[in-house]
Protein backbone atom coordinates (compact mmCIF):
# COMPACT_ATOMS: atom_id res chain seq x y z
CA UNK A 1 0.00 0.00 0.00
CA UNK A 2 1.39 3.03 -0.82
CA UNK A 3 2.10 5.54 2.22
CA UNK A 4 -0.51 9.00 2.25
CA UNK A 5 1.41 12.13 1.19
CA UNK A 6 -0.52 14.56 0.04
CA UNK A 7 -2.02 16.75 3.08
CA UNK A 8 -5.65 15.88 1.46
CA UNK A 9 -5.20 12.21 1.93
CA UNK A 10 -5.01 9.83 4.85
CA UNK A 11 -7.17 8.13 7.34
CA UNK A 12 -7.01 11.36 9.64
CA UNK A 13 -6.69 14.27 7.40
CA UNK A 14 -10.04 15.05 6.89
CA UNK A 15 -10.60 15.91 10.52
CA UNK A 16 -6.83 16.77 11.35
CA UNK A 17 -6.34 19.00 8.23
CA UNK A 18 -9.16 21.31 7.70
CA UNK A 19 -8.62 24.47 5.45
CA UNK A 20 -5.85 25.60 3.28
CA UNK A 21 -3.20 25.40 5.37
CA UNK A 22 -1.58 21.77 5.15
CA UNK A 23 -1.34 22.80 1.43
CA UNK A 24 0.48 26.19 1.96
CA UNK A 25 3.07 23.62 4.08
CA UNK A 26 2.99 20.65 2.21
CA UNK A 27 6.05 19.30 1.09
CA UNK A 28 5.82 20.59 -2.41
CA UNK A 29 5.69 24.12 -1.30
CA UNK A 30 8.85 23.64 0.83
CA UNK A 31 10.83 22.35 -2.30
CA UNK A 32 9.03 25.60 -4.14
CA UNK A 33 9.92 27.72 -1.58
CA UNK A 34 13.73 26.28 -1.37
CA UNK A 35 13.96 26.83 -5.24
CA UNK A 36 12.87 30.44 -4.54
CA UNK A 37 15.33 30.91 -2.28
CA UNK A 38 18.38 29.52 -4.81
CA UNK A 39 16.89 32.10 -7.17
CA UNK A 40 16.34 34.99 -5.58
CA UNK A 41 20.19 34.55 -4.10
CA UNK A 42 21.40 33.86 -7.38
CA UNK A 43 19.59 37.02 -8.83
CA UNK A 44 21.08 39.24 -5.83
CA UNK A 45 24.73 37.99 -6.52
CA UNK A 46 24.45 38.62 -10.56
CA UNK A 47 23.17 42.00 -9.48
CA UNK A 48 26.13 42.29 -7.01
CA UNK A 49 28.95 41.20 -9.54
CA UNK A 50 29.70 38.30 -7.10
CA UNK A 51 28.49 35.82 -10.11
CA UNK A 52 28.28 36.55 -13.74
CA UNK A 53 24.95 38.08 -15.11
CA UNK A 54 24.65 35.07 -17.32
CA UNK A 55 25.36 32.57 -14.41
CA UNK A 56 22.58 34.11 -12.37
CA UNK A 57 20.04 33.77 -15.38
CA UNK A 58 20.84 30.44 -16.08
CA UNK A 59 20.67 29.42 -12.28
CA UNK A 60 16.91 31.13 -12.01
CA UNK A 61 15.46 29.48 -15.04
CA UNK A 62 17.04 26.30 -14.08
CA UNK A 63 14.97 27.29 -10.28
CA UNK A 64 11.67 27.95 -12.59
CA UNK A 65 11.71 24.76 -14.49
CA UNK A 66 12.72 22.01 -11.73
CA UNK A 67 10.59 20.03 -9.77
CA UNK A 68 12.55 17.55 -7.90
CA UNK A 69 10.54 14.86 -5.74
CA UNK A 70 10.31 15.79 -2.30
CA UNK A 71 10.77 12.03 -1.06
CA UNK A 72 14.00 11.51 -3.01
CA UNK A 73 15.37 14.55 -1.80
CA UNK A 74 14.14 13.58 1.55
CA UNK A 75 15.99 10.78 1.54
CA UNK A 76 19.11 11.73 0.05
CA UNK A 77 18.96 14.20 2.93
CA UNK A 78 19.78 11.67 5.80
CA UNK A 79 23.52 11.67 4.46
CA UNK A 80 23.18 15.34 5.22
CA UNK A 81 21.04 16.25 8.07
CA UNK A 82 19.51 18.74 5.55
CA UNK A 83 17.70 18.64 2.23
CA UNK A 84 19.09 22.18 0.72
CA UNK A 85 22.17 19.66 0.13
CA UNK A 86 20.63 17.37 -2.30
CA UNK A 87 18.38 19.81 -3.86
CA UNK A 88 21.98 22.30 -4.55
CA UNK A 89 22.88 19.02 -6.40
CA UNK A 90 19.63 18.93 -8.58
CA UNK A 91 20.04 22.25 -9.50
CA UNK A 92 23.77 22.13 -10.31
CA UNK A 93 22.81 19.56 -12.60
CA UNK A 94 20.21 21.49 -14.77
CA UNK A 95 22.59 24.11 -15.12
CA UNK A 96 25.51 24.29 -17.90
CA UNK A 97 29.21 23.14 -16.45
CA UNK A 98 30.42 26.62 -16.44
CA UNK A 99 27.83 27.53 -14.04
CA UNK A 100 27.80 25.12 -11.25
CA UNK A 101 30.18 26.33 -9.09
CA UNK A 102 28.31 29.57 -9.15
CA UNK A 103 24.90 27.91 -7.01
CA UNK A 104 24.38 28.13 -3.86
CA UNK A 105 27.27 31.05 -3.64
CA UNK A 106 27.87 32.51 -0.32
CA UNK A 107 24.93 30.58 1.41
CA UNK A 108 24.56 27.79 3.72
CA UNK A 109 22.10 25.18 4.06
CA UNK A 110 20.52 27.06 6.76
CA UNK A 111 20.43 29.95 4.90
CA UNK A 112 17.96 28.24 2.59
CA UNK A 113 16.22 26.46 4.90
CA UNK A 114 15.53 28.99 6.78
CA UNK A 115 14.37 31.77 4.43
CA UNK A 116 12.26 29.20 3.00
CA UNK A 117 10.62 28.51 6.41
CA UNK A 118 9.61 31.98 6.35
CA UNK A 119 8.19 32.00 2.80
CA UNK A 120 5.79 29.24 3.81
CA UNK A 121 4.70 30.43 7.07
CA UNK A 122 4.16 34.10 5.49
CA UNK A 123 1.47 31.69 3.12
CA UNK A 124 -0.25 29.56 6.05
CA UNK A 125 -0.43 32.55 8.06
CA UNK A 126 -2.39 34.19 5.43
CA UNK A 127 -4.76 31.37 4.88
CA UNK A 128 -4.70 30.77 8.57
CA UNK A 129 -5.65 34.31 8.95
CA UNK A 130 -8.45 34.08 6.14
CA UNK A 131 -10.45 31.28 8.77
CA UNK A 132 -9.70 33.42 11.78
CA UNK A 133 -11.18 36.38 10.66
CA UNK A 134 -13.95 34.75 9.79
CA UNK A 135 -14.84 32.30 12.67
CA UNK A 136 -14.11 36.24 14.72
CA UNK A 137 -16.95 37.93 12.12
CA UNK A 138 -19.03 35.02 12.63
CA UNK A 139 -18.68 35.53 16.85
CA UNK A 140 -19.79 39.41 16.24
CA UNK A 141 -22.87 38.45 14.60
CA UNK A 142 -23.81 35.93 17.62
CA UNK A 143 -22.70 39.37 19.88
CA UNK A 144 -25.15 41.96 18.30
CA UNK A 145 -27.93 39.33 17.41
CA UNK A 146 -27.99 38.52 21.21
CA UNK A 147 -26.96 40.86 22.97
CA UNK A 148 -29.82 41.22 25.94
CA UNK A 149 -30.32 37.33 24.67
CA UNK A 150 -30.25 36.27 28.88
CA UNK A 151 -29.18 32.62 30.03
CA UNK A 152 -27.67 31.28 33.02
CA UNK A 153 -24.30 32.07 33.73
CA UNK A 154 -22.10 28.94 34.84
CA UNK A 155 -18.85 29.43 37.09
CA UNK A 156 -16.97 26.13 38.26
CA UNK A 157 -19.19 24.16 35.73
CA UNK A 158 -22.18 25.18 38.38
CA UNK A 159 -24.81 27.56 37.53
CA UNK A 160 -24.55 30.83 39.00
CA UNK A 161 -26.37 34.10 37.93
CA UNK A 162 -27.92 35.35 34.59
CA UNK A 163 -25.55 36.42 31.71
CA UNK A 164 -26.42 37.13 28.48
CA UNK A 165 -24.82 35.35 25.28
CA UNK A 166 -24.09 38.11 23.64
CA UNK A 167 -21.88 38.83 25.92
CA UNK A 168 -20.29 34.81 25.57
CA UNK A 169 -20.20 35.52 22.15
CA UNK A 170 -18.21 39.07 22.55
CA UNK A 171 -15.76 36.79 25.00
CA UNK A 172 -14.66 34.96 22.58
CA UNK A 173 -14.71 37.57 19.84
CA UNK A 174 -12.48 39.20 21.45
CA UNK A 175 -10.01 36.73 22.64
CA UNK A 176 -10.22 35.57 18.26
CA UNK A 177 -9.55 39.58 17.20
CA UNK A 178 -6.52 39.70 20.27
CA UNK A 179 -4.79 36.14 18.18
CA UNK A 180 -5.15 37.14 15.35
CA UNK A 181 -3.79 41.04 15.85
CA UNK A 182 -0.51 38.98 17.60
CA UNK A 183 -0.15 37.10 13.99
CA UNK A 184 -0.10 39.68 12.24
CA UNK A 185 2.82 41.34 13.89
CA UNK A 186 4.95 38.65 13.05
CA UNK A 187 7.71 39.60 10.64
CA UNK A 188 8.78 37.12 7.99
CA UNK A 189 12.50 37.82 7.79
CA UNK A 190 15.26 36.25 5.20
CA UNK A 191 18.33 34.75 6.61
CA UNK A 192 21.56 34.92 4.75
CA UNK A 193 24.55 34.49 6.64
CA UNK A 194 27.15 32.00 4.95
CA UNK A 195 29.24 29.52 6.94
CA UNK A 196 29.06 31.43 9.94
CA UNK A 197 27.17 34.68 10.25
CA UNK A 198 29.67 36.41 8.48
CA UNK A 199 29.09 36.62 4.98
CA UNK A 200 32.26 36.21 3.96
CA UNK A 201 31.84 34.28 1.54
CA UNK A 202 30.06 37.59 -0.87
CA UNK A 203 33.42 39.91 0.28
CA UNK A 204 32.31 43.30 0.76
CA UNK A 205 29.28 43.02 -1.23
CA UNK A 206 28.16 40.63 1.23
CA UNK A 207 24.91 43.11 2.76
CA UNK A 208 24.47 44.42 -0.39
CA UNK A 209 23.57 41.01 -1.66
CA UNK A 210 21.62 40.28 1.95
CA UNK A 211 19.19 43.40 1.30
CA UNK A 212 18.22 42.81 -2.51
CA UNK A 213 18.09 39.20 -1.61
CA UNK A 214 15.11 40.11 0.98
CA UNK A 215 13.87 42.29 -1.22
CA UNK A 216 13.18 39.90 -4.61
CA UNK A 217 11.56 37.69 -1.48
CA UNK A 218 9.25 40.82 -0.20
CA UNK A 219 10.65 39.49 3.18
CA UNK A 220 12.30 41.54 5.89
CA UNK A 221 15.90 42.13 5.93
CA UNK A 222 17.65 41.22 9.23
CA UNK A 223 19.98 43.53 11.34
CA UNK A 224 22.23 40.48 11.31
CA UNK A 225 21.98 36.55 10.99
CA UNK A 226 19.61 34.62 13.09
CA UNK A 227 21.02 31.05 12.81
CA UNK A 228 21.03 30.23 16.54
CA UNK A 229 19.23 33.07 17.71
CA UNK A 230 15.63 31.66 17.48
CA UNK A 231 13.35 34.25 19.26
CA UNK A 232 11.65 34.62 15.96
CA UNK A 233 10.54 31.11 15.61
CA UNK A 234 9.61 31.26 19.67
CA UNK A 235 7.87 33.96 19.20
CA UNK A 236 5.86 32.35 16.24
CA UNK A 237 5.00 29.43 18.32
CA UNK A 238 4.19 31.57 21.86
CA UNK A 239 1.30 33.52 19.35
CA UNK A 240 0.12 29.82 17.52
CA UNK A 241 0.08 28.58 20.59
CA UNK A 242 -2.09 31.90 22.15
CA UNK A 243 -4.62 31.29 18.67
CA UNK A 244 -4.95 27.71 19.36
CA UNK A 245 -6.08 28.77 23.02
CA UNK A 246 -8.88 31.88 21.56
CA UNK A 247 -9.84 29.17 18.81
CA UNK A 248 -10.50 26.47 21.87
CA UNK A 249 -12.43 28.84 23.96
CA UNK A 250 -15.72 29.23 21.60
CA UNK A 251 -15.38 25.40 20.70
CA UNK A 252 -15.71 23.88 24.34
CA UNK A 253 -18.23 26.62 25.44
CA UNK A 254 -20.43 25.42 22.27
CA UNK A 255 -19.68 21.45 23.49
CA UNK A 256 -21.03 22.58 26.81
CA UNK A 257 -24.02 24.30 25.37
CA UNK A 258 -24.63 21.54 23.43
CA UNK A 259 -25.19 18.93 25.50
CA UNK A 260 -28.72 17.33 25.79
CA UNK A 261 -29.08 18.47 29.29
CA UNK A 262 -28.87 22.35 28.22
CA UNK A 263 -29.55 22.42 24.33
CA UNK A 264 -29.40 26.19 24.76
CA UNK A 265 -27.09 26.17 21.14
CA UNK A 266 -26.86 23.37 17.86
CA UNK A 267 -24.39 23.28 15.01
CA UNK A 268 -26.24 23.58 12.21
CA UNK A 269 -23.95 20.83 10.52
CA UNK A 270 -24.35 16.93 9.62
CA UNK A 271 -23.29 15.47 13.34
CA UNK A 272 -24.88 11.74 13.58
CA UNK A 273 -23.58 8.88 15.90
CA UNK A 274 -22.49 5.66 14.72
CA UNK A 275 -24.88 3.77 17.37
CA UNK A 276 -27.81 6.20 18.72
CA UNK A 277 -29.66 7.51 15.94
CA UNK A 278 -30.64 10.53 18.37
CA UNK A 279 -27.80 12.04 18.43
CA UNK A 280 -26.76 14.96 17.11
CA UNK A 281 -22.98 15.78 17.96
CA UNK A 282 -21.21 18.84 17.48
CA UNK A 283 -18.77 17.90 15.18
CA UNK A 284 -17.24 21.35 14.04
CA UNK A 285 -17.02 21.76 17.89
CA UNK A 286 -15.20 18.30 18.74
CA UNK A 287 -12.94 19.00 16.28
CA UNK A 288 -11.80 22.59 16.54
CA UNK A 289 -10.81 21.06 20.01
CA UNK A 290 -9.00 17.82 19.00
CA UNK A 291 -6.95 20.59 16.55
CA UNK A 292 -6.22 22.57 19.34
CA UNK A 293 -4.90 20.38 22.00
CA UNK A 294 -2.14 19.32 20.03
CA UNK A 295 -0.64 22.94 20.05
CA UNK A 296 0.77 23.40 23.33
CA UNK A 297 2.68 19.87 22.44
CA UNK A 298 4.29 21.76 19.25
CA UNK A 299 4.84 24.50 21.12
CA UNK A 300 7.02 23.41 24.02
CA UNK A 301 9.06 21.63 21.36
CA UNK A 302 9.91 24.65 19.66
CA UNK A 303 10.89 26.54 22.39
CA UNK A 304 13.22 23.93 23.96
CA UNK A 305 14.95 23.82 20.21
CA UNK A 306 15.73 27.65 21.02
CA UNK A 307 18.99 26.64 22.79
CA UNK A 308 21.79 26.29 19.76
CA UNK A 309 25.05 26.17 20.11
CA UNK A 310 27.57 28.43 18.93
CA UNK A 311 27.11 29.67 15.57
CA UNK A 312 25.28 26.88 13.88
CA UNK A 313 23.04 24.74 15.84
CA UNK A 314 23.51 20.63 16.56
CA UNK A 315 20.28 19.43 16.00
CA UNK A 316 18.06 22.26 17.51
CA UNK A 317 17.55 24.21 13.85
CA UNK A 318 16.20 20.63 12.80
CA UNK A 319 14.20 19.86 15.46
CA UNK A 320 12.28 22.74 14.35
CA UNK A 321 10.93 21.54 10.95
CA UNK A 322 8.02 19.28 11.70
CA UNK A 323 6.71 20.75 14.70
CA UNK A 324 6.72 24.07 13.02
CA UNK A 325 4.75 22.85 10.11
CA UNK A 326 2.49 20.41 12.31
CA UNK A 327 1.98 23.96 14.44
CA UNK A 328 0.50 25.86 11.71
CA UNK A 329 -1.83 23.16 10.37
CA UNK A 330 -3.30 22.06 13.52
CA UNK A 331 -3.85 25.74 14.33
CA UNK A 332 -5.24 26.07 10.90
CA UNK A 333 -7.01 23.58 11.42
CA UNK A 334 -8.75 24.77 14.04
CA UNK A 335 -9.60 28.17 12.83
CA UNK A 336 -11.01 26.49 9.75
CA UNK A 337 -13.15 24.54 11.87
CA UNK A 338 -14.23 26.84 14.30
CA UNK A 339 -15.43 28.87 11.22
CA UNK A 340 -17.98 26.31 9.85
CA UNK A 341 -18.77 25.66 14.13
CA UNK A 342 -19.62 29.85 14.95
CA UNK A 343 -20.98 30.73 10.88
CA UNK A 344 -23.56 27.83 11.56
CA UNK A 345 -24.65 27.99 14.96
CA UNK A 346 -28.05 27.73 15.84
CA UNK A 347 -29.08 29.74 19.45
CA UNK A 348 -32.61 28.34 20.95
CA UNK A 349 -32.97 31.69 23.75
CA UNK A 350 -36.23 29.50 24.40
CA UNK A 351 -34.41 26.85 25.84
CA UNK A 352 -32.25 29.58 27.63
CA UNK A 353 -34.91 31.59 28.99
CA UNK A 354 -36.32 28.08 30.46
CA UNK A 355 -33.26 27.24 31.55
CA UNK A 356 -33.55 30.71 33.58
CA UNK A 357 -36.64 30.23 34.73
CA UNK A 358 -35.74 26.54 36.51
CA UNK A 359 -33.43 28.22 38.21
CA UNK A 360 -35.26 31.01 39.65
CA UNK A 361 -34.05 33.36 37.45
CA UNK A 362 -34.73 36.84 37.12
CA UNK A 363 -37.76 37.65 39.08
CA UNK A 364 -37.96 34.72 41.63
CA UNK A 365 -34.68 36.50 43.05
CA UNK A 366 -35.71 39.48 42.71
CA UNK A 367 -33.36 40.78 40.62
CA UNK A 368 -34.68 43.95 38.34
CA UNK A 369 -31.35 44.49 36.38
CA UNK A 370 -29.59 40.86 36.18
CA UNK A 371 -27.23 41.00 33.69
CA UNK A 372 -25.69 44.78 34.62
CA UNK A 373 -23.41 45.96 31.87
CA UNK A 374 -23.42 42.92 30.01
CA UNK A 375 -24.90 45.16 26.76
CA UNK A 376 -21.86 48.07 27.11
CA UNK A 377 -19.44 45.35 27.04
CA UNK A 378 -20.92 43.98 24.20
CA UNK A 379 -21.28 47.12 22.24
CA UNK A 380 -18.12 47.96 23.21
CA UNK A 381 -16.33 44.79 21.78
CA UNK A 382 -18.49 45.10 18.60
CA UNK A 383 -16.67 48.67 17.92
CA UNK A 384 -13.21 47.74 18.16
CA UNK A 385 -14.05 44.56 16.10
CA UNK A 386 -14.90 46.50 13.34
CA UNK A 387 -12.13 49.28 13.48
CA UNK A 388 -9.93 46.04 13.60
CA UNK A 389 -11.35 44.85 10.40
CA UNK A 390 -11.23 48.32 9.15
CA UNK A 391 -8.29 49.19 9.59
CA UNK A 392 -6.70 45.57 8.57
Known sequence: M??????????????LERGAVPAAVADEA????MLSVESALAAANAGAGVIPVAAGEAIVAACA???????????????????????VTAIRAAVPPEVREHVHAGA??????????MLVTRRALAALLSDLDAAADAAAVLAAAHRDTVLIGRTLLQQAVPTTFGLTAAGWLTGLDAAALDLRGFTPTAQLGGAAGTLAGLGPAGPAVLADFARRLDLAAPDLPWHT???????????????????????????LLAQGEVGEVAEDA????????HKHNPVAAISTLAATAQAPGLVATLLASAVQEHQRGAGGWQA??????????????????????????????DVMRANLDRAGWPTERGATDPVGSAGHFVDLALARHSSRRTDG
Open 108 to 117: TSQDVLDTAA
Open 30 to 33: WVRA
Open 65 to 87: DLAPDPAALGAAAAAHATPVVPL
Open 320 to 349: EWRPLRELLVTVGSAAAWLRTCLSGLVVHP
Open 229 to 255: ERGRIGRLAGSLGVAAGALGKPARDVT
Open 2 to 15: RPSSSPSEGLFAGI
Open 270 to 277: PGGSSAMA
